[in-house]
T-cell receptor
Framework: SQELEQSPQSLIVQEGKNLTINCTSS?????LYWYKQKYGEGLIFLMM?????EEKSHEKITAKLDEKKQQSSLHITASQPSHAGIYLC???????????????FGTGTLLAVQP | EAQVTQNPRYLITVTGKKLTVTCSQN?????MSWYRQDPGLGLRQIYY???????DKGDVPEGYKVSRKEKRNFPLILESPSPNQTSLYFC??????????????FGNGTRLTVT
């Protein structure tokens, strides 16, 4: 079955530093979502990528989907304490070469930002 | 305010005592889904609903029931809870099914403990 692997599992950075989180799939990614979760709370939608090579930005967060549509990265520039939380990638699962209605998630990356 | 509302936020119960976790959305969304989140396992889909009276199993449906009699509500029922159902549960909704690249909106979660 398709799985989404996120790396790193956890990350501690100093305020102001840049960082990158990766999401890798063994199959083609049809619709890749990035969410942020504060501990014990609901997930907040950040961005969605569909096309190979696509890149989107929101404030200081940039997400990219590679040309092969098997890996996505989330880059935070000049990190702030407000960026701390768990970042999850989600994607439509693939079956028989096509997308399904099921959204699967990676296990998340825990980000801590030290002031 | 557009939102997905789950109740209760916290619940402690004993094995075998039937319980219901309610979920309501005020965005006229067609698609609703339940997930459970466990350490190391990430988010796993329990059940989903494409529209009123249309429900289907996700990855981990055993021990759960759902119903979708109205568009706005999608309760999760545990007929006979067991300790392995101790988890953090999320309800989510989207305007249309996932395959149409419609982002999920999540509730704030229900932390369930079964002793």
């Amino acid at each position: 079955s398709q799985e989404l692997e996120q790396s790193p599992q956890s990350l501690i950075v100093q305020e102001g530093k840049n960082l990158t989180i990766n999401c890798t799939s063994s199959k083609t990614l049809y619709g890749l979502y990035w969410y942020k979760q504060k501990y014990g709370e609901g997930l907040i939608f950040l961005m969605m990528l569909q096309k190979g090579g696509e890149e989107k930005s929101h404030e200081k967060i940039t997400a990219k989907l590679d040309e092969k549509k098997q890996q996505s990265s989330l880059h935070i520039t000049a990190s702030q304490p407000s960026h701390a939380g768990i970042y999850l990638c989600g994607a439509l699962s693939e079956i028989y070469g096509g997308a399904t209605n099921k959204l699967i998630f990676g296990t998340g990356t825990l980000l801590a930002v030290q002031p | 305010e557009a939102q997905v509302t789950q109740n209760p936020r916290y619940l402690i119960t004993v094995t075998g005592k039937k319980l219901t976790v309610t979920c309501s959305q005020n965005m006229n969304h067609e698609y609703m889904s339940w997930y459970r989140q466990d350490p190391g396992l990430g988010l796993r889909q329990i059940y989903y609903s494409m529209n009123v009276e249309v429900t289907d199993k996700g990855d981990v449906p055993e021990g759960y029931k759902v119903s979708r009699k109205e568009k706005r509500n999608f309760p999760l029922i545990l007929e006979s809870p067991s300790p392995n159902q101790t988890s953090l549960y999320f309800c989510a909704s989207s305007l249309r099914a996932a395959i149409y690249n419609s982002p999920l909106h999540f509730g704030n979660g229900t932390r369930l403990t079964v002793t």
